[in-house]
């Protein structure tokens, strides 16, 4: 079994045709909607509990 070919392919937001311009999404407006969703914050990554923006492993103190 082969995978779609590029012009077979949904559109990721609303399921229409892929355009090659714009893949994976069909329209520049489908992929504006999709970069706001990330930009809101309706989108996220799973990341470890207690993770924060900006927080990072802490770093040992260095002796002086």
Not at 28 to 35: F, I, M, P, Q, V
């Given at each position: 079994m082969s995978a779609?070919?590029?012009?077979?392919?949904?559109c990721?937001?609303?399921?229409k045709?892929?355009?090659e311009k714009?893949?994976?999404?069909?329209s520049?407006?489908?992929?504006?909607?999709?970069?706001g969703r990330w930009l809101k914050g309706e989108?996220?990554?799973?990341g470890a509990p207690g993770a924060e923006a900006g927080e990072g492993?802490?770093?040992p103190e260095s002796e002086p």
């Open positions: 779609p070919q590029p012009d077979q392919r949904k990721a937001l609303c399921g045709p892929q355009a714009f893949r994976p999404f069909c520049k407006r489908c992929a504006d909607l999709d970069l989108y996220s990554i799973p492993p802490e770093m």
